[in-house]
């Protein structure tokens, strides 16, 4: 496992937001796309609800809920499901 240099990671940031003033070079940017709907990844993994809910943190109502588009899945969910769809196999490690 690498570790991290926060203090750097900022230097770098800070760099990158001065050469931006500057007109001298970009930001980095990056678009994220929604996640296909919960019940999609949830079938490609081929889970249960109750597993699938479990693996996200939330309750099997939850999940039915955005399932049954009662509810929207909302911040660090969408990331997870994002990470679900993307890498299944982290998910199915942990299953």
Known sequence: MTKRDIGLEIL???REIRAHKRDDG????????????PQVIRSQLRMSQ???AGMLGVSMRTLQDWEQGRRVPQGPAVALLRIA???????????
């Open 12 to 14: 770098d940031g800070i």
């Open 26 to 37: 970009r930001l980095k940017v990056t678009e994220l796309s929604e996640p296909s709907p």
């Open 50 to 52: 109750s597993t699938f």
């Open 85 to 95: 769809e993307q890498h299944p196999d982290i998910f199915t490690q942990l299953h």
